[in-house]
């Protein structure tokens, strides 16, 4: 039994050192905007730079790739992933772990927006404590965590195989990876928004899935 619990142990471990670098990362960044570092130079000449102008249809692509970052698409998505997932093994844990994280992701992305207040980069004025709801991005955030997790649940829930893994974690990949592309060439956020939002949802995801594996349940595929 201890040769069991043993790498589990270290397996949760790394983990939760895993997402407190992550949430590291999150408060290095938030110190960067705060207190107008380096890192909000390259937001400065990111922001500033010429943008190409697309054909409507091609602008039309461009926001729905943005969208897959939007709470309200991503949560629902999530969400309904997770009843269908929950009545399919007979078990509330799925539903219990998507609706855990997005209560945990808006809370503390949240809070941060109102406590930070920064101002969009549309304005072409960088202001902090102004009301604005630009750092850290939730859209961001939102595609890492809820894509993340509804793949996570995928992957515990249905296959086990090595290869499917690297395929979800590919696509959570791209997703993420296109919502912030797409948002630095709209300019809807800085940098650094998208930088901050990445930690904190990549802190909230690994965090998540270590607590969601301190407790197995026989419901999942081992």
């Known amino acids: ?130 009301g604005g709801l630009s750092y850290p991005s939730g859209h961001a955030s939102n595609a890492l965590l809820t894509w993340g997790i509804l793949a996570y649940l995928i992957y515990r829930y249905t296959y086990r195989d090595g290869y499917h893994g690297r395929l979800l974690a590919g696509g959570v990949t791209v997703i993420t990876l296109s919502v912030c592309t797409v948002s630095l060439f709209r300019n809807t956020h800085w940098l650094s928004d998208l930088l901050g939002g990445l930690f904190i949802g990549g802190a909230l995801l690994v965090l998540v899935i270590a607590i969601d594996r301190s407790f197995p349940s026989e419901s999942q595929r081992s």
């Not at 589990?8 to 670098?21: D, E, I, L, T």
């Not at 130079?41 to 010429?50: E, G, L, S």
């Not at 992933?81 to 808006?106: D, E, H, Y």
């Open 1 to 130: 039994m201890l040769e069991t619990l043993d790498p589990r142990r270290r397996q949760m471990a790394r983990a939760f050192w895993g997402s407190a670098a992550l949430f590291l990362g999150f408060l290095i960044t938030t110190q960067q905007v705060l207190t107008n570092g380096s890192l909000i130079k390259v937001d400065a000449t990111i922001a500033n730079a010429h943008r190409h102008n697309f054909t409507p249809w091609i602008d039309f692509i461009l926001m729905k790739i943005d969208n897959l970052g939007l709470r309200g698409l991503t949560a629902t998505i999530l969400v309904l992933s997770a009843l269908l997932i929950a009545w399919k093994f007979k078990t509330w844990r799925p539903l219990n772990l998507a609706v855990i994280s997005l209560l945990a992701l808006n809370l503390v992305v949240g809070l941060a927006k109102l406590a930070v207040g920064r101002t969009k980069p549309k304005l072409n004025i960088d202001l902090i404590y102004a």
